[in-house]
C-alpha cells in the first residue's frame, strides 16, 4: 500500500483485523482517556521553525545505549504479533533493519527472541522484561536476550497489576489462540504465564543490575521524583510511558510529562518517550522538549497488520521522511539543533500588558516607514 | 448483571425505572451545569503514578468518626429508594453492610431508620438530617437515630429552600405515589413534610450539638470561609457538596473546590466530598487533594434499580475493586500513601522558558549516552 | 404560557415571528461571536455559596438613579417593539409597571414616549437616546422624554455607525413595515430617521449634560479606559455593553468585561451590564463582579412575541423568581451579600505545588479521626 | 456575485473549481493543524473598542516601503491564478489597482510579471522571490522584477523543501496543466523549475542585498531570534507567515507568533503578517498587536475564481469596508489609533482575588445611588 500517514496504515489494519484483536491493540484501561489524550498533547502543541541557517546535509540518526539507528524512534514493545500476522515479530524485526530501526522485541512476543534475532541478523535488537517473582527464571530469561544479542533491557515498571482494558472484557478477549504462545516464556518444556509483580521495588532492581551487564532502560516512569531515584540506582536510560493508556488510565499525556522529566533528569541519561506518537512533526517536539528518542507502538502493529513487513517498513519509511522533512522545515541539520524554545503550547496568553507596542506608537519618529 | 463500570449499571437502571423517576434521580437544577461539571472536573484531572515501591498488601480500609469501612468511599444520602427497588433502602443497607460500607441513610428514606437498621444488622449508618423549624420534631428524629445505632449526623446545609429541577417540573413529578412516604418524617401517626428552613443558622448548629453525642458532619460546604467558621463550631467533618447539582446551578464542580477548602481546614478535621464520583480513579484524585473519603450517590440508585441488594452490592464491589486497583497501579499500598502531587490538570502548562534544556545540550560532554 | 425558563419564550416567540423579525431580534453583527459568548461566558462562571446565614427575609429590590425596582434587573432598551406585538411598548411598559421593574424605552421605540408613558402610569422609564447631530432635535427629544416622567436618559455610544447584520441582508429587511414607525422621532409632522453620528464626542456629552437635570447613564462602556473618561465627564452611571453583540462583533463578553470596568469605578457610580443574562444566576454572577444591576434585551421580546404583556410579565416574574431563589441558595439576605469572592471561573487552576496537604499527612497526630 | 463576507466568495469558488484545484488552493501540509489554527486564532481574540472620540473623517490608507495602499491589507503572493480564472494574474492586479491595494506576485505566477505590470498600470506591485542557487538566474529574476516596476523583493525563507499537502498527493495533483506555466521562470527559451534550495542561508540574503536596491521583505519569520537576525542584516520589514500552513504543518497561527516577533522587532522596521484573515476585526486585532499591514492570500483566489477580476475587487473591497467599518466602532479615525489594549484574549481570567470590590461594598457611603 501507498500510505500518506500512519493514520492510512491503521485504517487498512482495521479492515484486515479480527476485530477483537484490533480492539486489543487499539483499546486501553478504563475509559480511555490517556489513550485519547497521548494524541492530543502532541496536537496542543506548535514547533516554531527556524530559517535560513543553511542547512543542506541532514542528519536524522541517533546513537542510544550503543545501538546506532537512522532515526530517533524506536519500536516500542508491544505483544502478541502473530495477531496481526503470521511471520509476527519475525517480519516486525526484519522491516526494523531494513530500516536500521531499534526494535525493542516483547517479553509477550508470539516469536521467542532468538527466532527474532535469527530472522533479522542486521536488527538492533532491545529486549522487553517484566521482572518475574521467581529470579532464576527471570535469569533464564536475561540470559537468553543476552544470547539473542539484545543490547539493551527496557524494564517495564508501571504493571504491578494488568490494566483492565473493557474492550477485552466485552470482546471476551483473555488468551492467545491455541496456537500462539508467549514463546520467551516458555522455560523447561511448558509456556509460564507473564507474572504482573506488585512487589517489585528499587531493590530488585538491583538485583537485575548484578544479573547482567546490559545497559537497564527504566520503562513507564511517569513522576520526576521516580526519574530521580532511577538516576540513583543507576539505570542507563529512562523511558516516559502510560502504557500508551493500557495500564492506569487518568495518566497524563507523555509529552505533558516529558517537560518535568527532562528537568529532573538534566541530561544526565537519555529520556526516551513513548504514546501519541503518530507524525514526525511529534517526533520533533518531544526531542525539543529533552527527549533522546521515541518510541511507536500501535503504528507498527498497523503496518504489520496491513501489509506485514512491507507494511512495517513502510509506517518506519514513512515516520524517517516525515522527521527529516520537518527537521528541514525547522531549519535543523540534525535533531540537536531542535531547542525547547521551537516548541509552544497551542494558543498560549501572550498579551501581557505593555508587551507589545501597536507599530502606530512610531508614527513620529523619523526614518521609519510607516502608515499614513 | 455483570458490569464492567459503574455506567452500566446507568445504563441498565435507565431501563427499568420509571422515565420520570429516572430524571428525579439524574436531573438537577436550573440547566444541570452543575451536574455536568462534577464528571467532567474528574476528567480534567490527571493522575501521576509512582513505581517500584513495592506495595503487595494493599489497604482500603478506612476509619471514619470511629466507623470502619472497607474503603474510603461512602453511600451518600439520597432520597426514594422504594422508587427504585421494592426493598428500598433495606436492600441498599443490606449491600452496604456486605461490602462493609458506610451508609449515609437520607431523612428522606422511604423506609424508617430503624427498619433500615434492623434490615442489615451489620450495616455502618449514618443519619442525613435536614434540621426543622420544630426543634422538638428535630430533636425527635434525632433520638430516633441515635437509637437505630446511627454513628454520626449529616446535617445538610445548602438547601435553605429546594432546587428547581426542571426535569421534575416538565414530568409533573412533585409528590411521592400514595403508597410512599418519608418514614423519617413519621410523627405522632402522619407523615410531615420536610421543611426547607432558610433562617437554619450557625447558632441552630450549636442547638444541635448540645442535642446529641453524635458526631455531626456538615454537608454542603463550598466556600473555605465556611469551612473556616464550621471548625470555629466543632463539627466532626466537612462534606464538600453541591448536592450533586440539584440545588443551586452553576455551583464549581465538588473536586474543583476540594483543594481550597482542604488547604482551610489544614487536616484538623476529615474533608469528604460527594459529587461526579464515578471511577475508582476519581476517588483516588479526591484523596490526593486532602478527602479522607468521597459520597457516591446516584450510582447506588442505578445499581439498586438495576438488579436490587444485588446491584447496589455490585456498584460498590466494582468501586472497591477500582479504588484497589487503582492504588496498585499507583504504586500506593494504602490510601495515605496518595499525594497531591500525584495529581496535574490536564494539558496545564509546563513550558515555562528556560525549565527543560533539550537533550542535545549535553551532546559534548563525555561520558554520556548520545544522539551521534 | 406556563414556561419553567427564559429560553421556553425563545421558543415560543420563535414560531410566532415572522422569521425576518426573529433574525432582526435574534441576530448580530459580524459572525455573532460577541452574541454567542454573552451567553457563553456567564457560562464559564460559577457561583460559591455560603451557608447557614439564616436568611429568612430576602430583599431583591434596588434603588437605581432614583428609581425604585423590584428586582435589580432591567428592561434594556430595544428596537420596534411592536413588530413583536401589536400593542409594542405599551404592552412592556404595562407589564414592567406590574412586575415594579425599570424599562428602558428604546429612542427607536414603535410607540411615542409619551403613549408609553400613559399606557402604563406606575412605570419607572427611563429613556435611550441617540444623540443626534441635529441638536435642537436632540434637544426636543429630551424634552418629551422628560415631559413623560423619564427618570435617566441612556445614551448609546457604541454606534458612531450602524453594524452590520448580515442576517437582514440576507433577509432584505431593511426597514419598519409602513404601518410602524419610530415614533420618538416624529419631528413636526415627519419621522425622521436615526443618524449614526460618527463625530460624537465627550464634548457632546458636556452639552447634552448641560441639556437636561436628568441623570445620564453611558451604555456601551466596554474599556475601562473609557470608565475613567466616563466618570471625569460625570456620568451618572455607566452601563457594560457590547449592545447585544450587534454592533461590533468580536467585542469580550459584557461579564468578561466587568470586573476592570469595575475594579476603575470603584463604586463611584452605579455600573450597569447587559448581554448574555438568561438566569437568575447570571444576576448574581454580575453583581458579585460589581455591577448594580443588569438588563434583559431579548429575552423581554420573546416574552412580548410568545404572549404580549403576559409574556413580558411571564419573562419578569420568572427571573426575580430565579434572583430570589438563587440569592437564597447562596445564603444572601440582599444583592450587597453577594461579593466577588463568591465567583470562580470554571475549571480554573487551583493545584499550586504545596498548597493542599493530603489528609494522610495527619496520620500520625493523635485525636484526628483518621484513615486506618 | 453580492457577497455579504469572504466565506460566501469560498463558497462561490468551491463550485467553479475543478476539485483538485480547490484542494491545491484551500490545502495545507500535514493534518492542516496549522490552516485552520490560523483563523481559530483570531476567533481566539476579542476586540475593546473606544468610544466618544468624535472620529469623523476615517483614513484606512498606509505607506509601506514607499508604496501607496488604501488599506493596511496586502494581496499575499499565491501561485497559479489561472487555474482560477483565464486572465489569471492579469485579473487580479487589475483588482488590485483599481482598489488601490498593493500586490505581492509570485514568482510561481502563470502570468510574466512584465505582463501583469502592462495589465495593471496602477498597480502598485512587489515581486516574491525563492532565492535560487542558480544565483545568476535568481539575478535575472530580480531585474525582470525591478524593470516591471515592482518596489520590493519579498523573500520567501520557511521552504527550504516543499511541504506535504495531502490532498494534493490523494489528488494526484502535482503540475500545472500543459497550456499553463510559471512564467517568470522562464529563462533561455525554457521554463526552469522553482528549486527549494534548503543551503540557503543569512550569507545569500547578503548577496541578495548588493544585487539589488529593492527593499526586501523577509517572509516565513515565526521566532523572534529569527526576526532579530533580520534586523541585523538589514531588511527593510518582516512578514510573519507560516505559508499559510502549507510548509511545516505545526506552526503556531501567525497572530499567535506575531506578539514576540513585534515586541523583538520592537518598531524598527514594519511587521506584516499573513494567514487566517478573513474580516476586517481581524486585520484590526494585528495592527493592534503590531502588525504595520497584512496579507491576504486565499481569499484573492475565491474572488478571483467566483468572479474574475470583479471578484477580486469584491473581496478587496469587501475587505476595505469591513476595515474602514470596524475602525469607526472602534473609535480609531486611523489605524494608528490602535493600541495593545483594545486587544484581549477570549475567556482570560480577570478575577484575581481582591480586585473587584462588589457594588454593594460601598452601600454605607453617602452621597452613592445604592441597591436599597
Redesign the interface.
Known sequence: MNA??LREFEIAARERLDPAHYDYFAGGA??E?TVG?NEA?F??????????????K?QT??????S?AAM?VLVAPTAFHRLADPEGERATARAAAATETIMIVSMAATVAIEEVAAAAPGAELWFQLYVQPDLAFTERIVRRAEAAGCKALVVT??S??L??R?RD??NGFHDLPAQLACENLRDGGRVRPIVMW????????GALRRMTALPIV?K????P??AR?ALDHGV??IMVSNHGGR??????ATI??L??I??EV??????LLDGGVR?G?DVL?A???????VAVGRPVLWGLAADGERGVAGVLGLLRA?VE??L????CA??????????????????E???????????H?PG?????
Open positions: 500518506r500517514s478504563g475509559d482517556v489524550d498533547a496536537g496542543r502543541l506548535r514547533l516554531v521553525p527556524r530559517v535560513l541557517r543553511g542547512a543542506a541532514l540518526g541517533v546513537t542510544l545505549l550503543g546506532r530517533p515498571v508501571d504491578p497489576v490494566g483492565v473493557e472484557l466485552r506488585p512487589e517489585l521495588s528499587w531493590e530488585h532492581l527504566l513507564g516512569v511517569t513522576h521524583a521516580d531515584l542507563a536510560a495500564q492506569l488510565d487518568g495518566v497524563p505533558d510529562l517537560p518535568d527532562a528537568a538534566g541530561g544526565a541519561v537519555p529520556v507524525r512533526t517536539k526531542l525539543a522538549l529533552g527527549a533522546a528518542a516525515e522533512h520537518a528541514a522545515l525547522c531549519g540534525c535533531v540537536q539543533d531542535l531547542e525547547p524554545d521551537m516548541v509552544r503550547v497551542y494558543g498560549d496568553r501572550r498579551l500588558p505593555g508587551m507589545v507596542r501597536a507599530y502606530g506608537d512610531r508614527r519618529e521609519v516607514v510607516r502608515r499614513s
